[in-house]
């Protein structure tokens, strides 16, 4: 699997935007960029994947770059409870069927 | 559902003895992960099931470790004998067809 580069911490102002990057400039065609995060002392959460095209849920946005090679988490409203770690993994789904997590992003939120 | 439910919450146990960690999955998901969590090394992915068949257990630290999966609803995380080093939050998560993650609240070790 390709590897993926997030900077160690981010800080963030409450009811703001929290945008997480993520450089997977090694990427391949059949890998999927997911994203997760865990809350302290808990376990990890799914919040989104995508392939290609940008993707929405409730939770937040993905936006992939048209070259694939970095991607963006968005949360669009901040709040206190969205402080974690968040977690940037490729994974090519039909050969590979593990999920290796890296150090991630630390996002503090702020008030 | 209730979500994959670990057991116990947290164990204490003496160097030498066996610990065995239990993890319930998700019904209808097929396929199983159990990591470990320690500040120094953070996640790391232990070994995976398919079907209840063990896939890749390329991340078990040694011989000490075992796991097994009898049935599609219940999964074991072995370790005998136990040593203070592997003292850290191991955690069991379930998925369909390898898609999203569910993971469990995971169990609390320390090896005295």
């Known amino acids: 699997d390709a590897k993926t580069t997030q900077p160690p911490s981010m800080d963030c102002a409450e009811g703001r935007a929290a945008n997480l990057p993520c450089n997977h400039s090694?990427?391949?065609?059949?890998?999927?960029v997911y994203w997760y995060r865990q809350i302290h002392s808990q376990g990890p959460q799914y919040i989104i994947h995508?392939?290609?095209n940008n993707e929405t849920n409730e939770m937040a946005s993905l936006i992939i770059t048209e070259d694939r090679k970095s991607s963006t988490l968005i949360l669009p409203h901040a709040t206190l409870r969205d402080t974690a770690v968040y977690y940037c993994?490729?994974?090519?789904?039909?050969?590979?069927?593990?999920?290796?997590f890296g150090a991630g992003t630390r996002l503090t939120v702020k008030p | 559902d209730a979500g994959v439910i670990q057991s116990p919450r947290h164990e204490v146990t003496e160097m030498g003895q066996e610990v065995t960690l239990r993890c319930k999955p998700i019904?209808?998901?097929?396929?199983l992960f159990w990591y470990r969590q320690t500040m120094m090394r953070g996640l790391e992915l232990l070994i995976y099931?398919?079907?209840?068949?063990?896939?890749?257990d390329s991340g078990m630290p040694e011989d000490r470790f075992s796991a097994k999966m009898p049935n599609a609803s219940f999964s074991t995380l072995k370790i005998q004998p136990s040593e203070p080093r592997d003292s850290a939050v191991y955690f069991c998560?379930?998925?369909?067809?390898?898609?999203?993650?569910?993971f469990g609240s995971g169990t609390q070790l320390s090896v005295l």
């Open positions: 993994i490729v994974k090519y789904v039909h050969n590979n069927n593990d999920m290796r």
């Open positions: 099931f398919n079907n209840n068949v063990p896939i890749d």
């Open positions: 995508g392939l290609k």
């Open positions: 019904s209808g998901h097929d396929y």
């Open positions: 998560a379930s998925s369909f067809t390898s898609e999203k993650l569910f």
């Open positions: 090694t990427i391949s065609g059949n890998e999927y």
